[in-house]
C-alpha cells in the first residue's frame, strides 16, 4: 500500500489497524470517501493500465509459501483427488482436476509476483479527485498476468453475460503496455484463474463443507465458473484465438 500511495495510487488505509471483532468477522475503520460507481470508460482503462504498470515494479523480500496460490491450488487439488466421491457432479469434478493438472506446469502460472488480485468495480472507488484502490485482503504471489484475468472478470463478464468486445480491447491495450507478454499468456493465466476459483469452490463444498448455496456463497456463484470453464473457447475471442 506504501508502494502504491507512493507511486500516485490512492490508496484507503485502516485507521487503526488493530481490528474490532463484529459477528466473529474482523472490521476496519476508514476514512468516508465519496464516490460514484465506477464504470468502465476511456479513462478508467488507462488508470487500470498504469495501475498494473505499477504493481508490476513492485519487489519484496517476503517469500511466504502460505501466500503463493500455486501452493494453495496444488493442496486442493490433492485432497480432491484424495476424496474420489464427491457430493457435486462428478463429471465437471474430474474435468476440473485433469485441466489443473495439465496447466499447473505452465511456466507462467508458476511466476511468484506480488497481485492485488481482486480489482474491481467494488474495491475501485470513483471519487471527486481520482480513483482510490481498496480492499488488500487477498495480495498474493502468483502471474503478474492475474490481476489482468480479475480484471476482465470483474469489469466485463456479468454472470453469463460476456461482454467479448470490450474485453477484448482491453487485453489489445495492456499488451501494447506488457510487450514481455502475448495473447496466449493472457489466455493461460485466464485459465488458470477460473480453475482456481472452481478448485477453490469445490474443495469448500467437498472438503470444508462449505454451503455453495447459500445467501452469502451466492454472491460468488460457483456455477458461473463453471459456465466460464465450459465456454472457454468462446473466451478464447478475447484473446484472438
Given amino acids: 500500500m506504501d508502494f502504491l500511495e507512493e507511486n500516485g495510487i490512492n490508496v484507503v488505509k485502516s485507521k487503526?489497524?488493530?481490528?474490532?471483532?463484529?459477528?466473529?468477522?474482523?472490521?476496519?475503520?476508514?476514512?468516508?470517501?465519496?464516490?460514484?460507481?465506477?464504470?468502465?470508460?476511456?479513462?478508467?482503462?488507462?488508470?487500470?493500465?498504469?495501475?498494473?504498470?505499477?504493481?508490476s515494479n513492485f519487489k519484496t523480500s517476503?517469500?511466504?509459501?502460505?501466500?503463493?496460490?500455486?501452493?494453495?491450488?496444488?493442496?486442493?487439488?490433492?485432497l480432491l483427488k484424495e476424496k474420489k466421491n464427491y457430493i457435486?457432479?462428478?463429471?465437471?469434478?474430474?474435468?476440473?482436476?485433469?485441466?489443473?493438472?495439465?496447466?499447473?506446469?505452465?511456466?507462467?502460472?508458476n511466476e511468484k509476483e506480488i497481485v492485488h488480485s481482486d480489482i474491481s468495480t467494488s474495491n475501485l472507488l470513483t471519487a471527486k479527485d481520482g480513483y482510490y484502490l481498496i480492499d488488500f485482503d487477498e495480495v498474493r504471489f502468483t502471474s503478474k498476468l492475474y490481476d489482468l484475468a480479475v480484471i476482465l472478470v470483474k469489469f466485463f463478464?456479468?454472470?453469463?453475460?460476456?461482454?467479448?468486445?470490450?474485453?477484448?480491447?482491453?487485453?489489445?491495450?495492456?499488451?501494447?503496455?506488457?510487450?514481455?507478454?502475448?495473447?496466449?499468456?493472457?489466455?493461460?493465466?485466464?485459465?488458470y484463474y477460473v480453475v482456481k476459483q472452481l478448485l477453490?469452490?469445490?474443495?469448500?463444498?467437498e472438503i470444508y463443507g462449505i454451503d455453495l448455496y447459500s445467501k452469502q456463497q451466492q454472491q460468488d456463484d460457483f456455477r458461473n465458473?463453471?459456465?466460464?470453464?465450459?465456454?472457454?473457447?468462446?473466451?478464447?475471442?478475447?484473446?484472438?484465438?
Fill in 157 to 191: 463478464f456479468d454472470e453469463k453475460n460476456i461482454d467479448i468486445k470490450n474485453a477484448k480491447s482491453f487485453v489489445d491495450l495492456y499488451l501494447k503496455s506488457f510487450s514481455e507478454y502475448d495473447y496466449k499468456d493472457c489466455y493461460n493465466v485466464f485459465e
Fill in 16 to 55: 487503526n489497524k488493530k481490528p474490532i471483532i463484529f459477528e466473529n468477522t474482523d472490521c476496519y475503520l476508514f476514512d468516508y470517501i465519496e464516490n460514484v460507481p465506477t464504470i468502465f470508460d476511456n479513462a478508467t482503462a488507462l488508470y487500470l493500465i498504469n495501475l498494473l504498470k505499477i504493481i
Fill in 200 to 205: 477453490e469452490k469445490f474443495s469448500d463444498y
Fill in 88 to 109: 457435486l457432479d462428478d463429471d465437471i469434478v474430474n474435468r476440473v482436476l485433469k485441466r489443473y493438472n495439465q496447466i499447473k506446469n505452465l511456466p507462467i502460472n
Fill in 225 to 241: 465458473w463453471i459456465y466460464y470453464f465450459e465456454h472457454l473457447n468462446l473466451i478464447k475471442q478475447i484473446f484472438g484465438l
Fill in 62 to 78: 517476503i517469500n511466504n509459501d502460505e501466500y503463493y496460490y500455486k501452493i494453495k491450488c496444488d493442496n486442493e487439488y490433492k
